[in-house]
């Protein structure tokens, strides 16, 4: 449950920071930028920025545990997109570039976990599937967002209504995973 929540709110700064930086482009008159450029160079950092976490992920999961770095991921997305919802500054730019720091953070102490408790014989299938079932879940969650933002998405208003909605949904899912019981699944700290 924890992926496939952690897989939408990761994609969501991915899927509309285009357009968020369309709309800089456009009413921004500070300075000038091409927003298919900037988006490139964006997506090359968050990359550089990714791959560091998971670098880290292996010490920050000895000092802080799973669970808390769990919570700590989806805490980064659901800041991330509440920014980009509530303000469209240059500077929220910045905090964009972290968009790949929650997934790589806990991608592979995530796996560590659940690997040993599925058989090895069905573990390809198990991650394909988990695989599957996140991007379904997630262009559902594109058509649903879809109904609210209308045929537009090219003004702040739309695109505004679009992440806001989206925190507030990942705040109403967020909660009840603080409180579910995961049975022994945090109870212990892989090792790499």
């Not at 964006?42 to 545990?65: C, D, E, V």
Request: aromatic content about 14%; glycine content about 6%.
């Amino acid at each position: 449950m924890f992926s496939l929540f952690l897989f939408i709110l990761a994609h969501i700064p991915y899927e509309f920071y285009q357009p968020y930086l369309q709309l800089l482009e456009t009413n921004d008159l500070s300075f000038g930028f091409n927003a298919a450029i900037f988006s490139g160079i964006i997506f090359a950092i968050t990359r550089l920025i990714g791959g560091y976490a998971a670098h880290k992920s292996p010490a920050w999961l000895n000092r802080y545990g799973l669970k808390k770095l769990c919570f700590i991921a989806l805490g980064l997305q659901l800041i991330i997109i509440s920014l980009m919802g509530f303000i469209l500054h240059i500077g929220i730019v910045l905090i964009v570039l972290l968009r790949s720091f929650s997934m790589s953070l806990v991608a592979a102490p995530i796996n560590a976990e659940i690997a040993p408790r599925v058989k090895e014989s069905n573990r390809a299938s198990y991650f394909s599937f988990q695989s599957l079932l996140s991007r379904l879940s997630y262009s559902l969650t594109l058509v649903f967002l879809s109904f609210i933002a209308g045929s537009n998405t090219n003004n702040w208003s739309s695109l505004s209504t679009i992440l806001i909605v989206t925190s507030i949904i990942g705040v109403l899912f967020f909660v009840p995973l603080i409180m579910i019981k995961a049975g022994n699944l945090f109870n212990t700290n892989s090792r790499f």
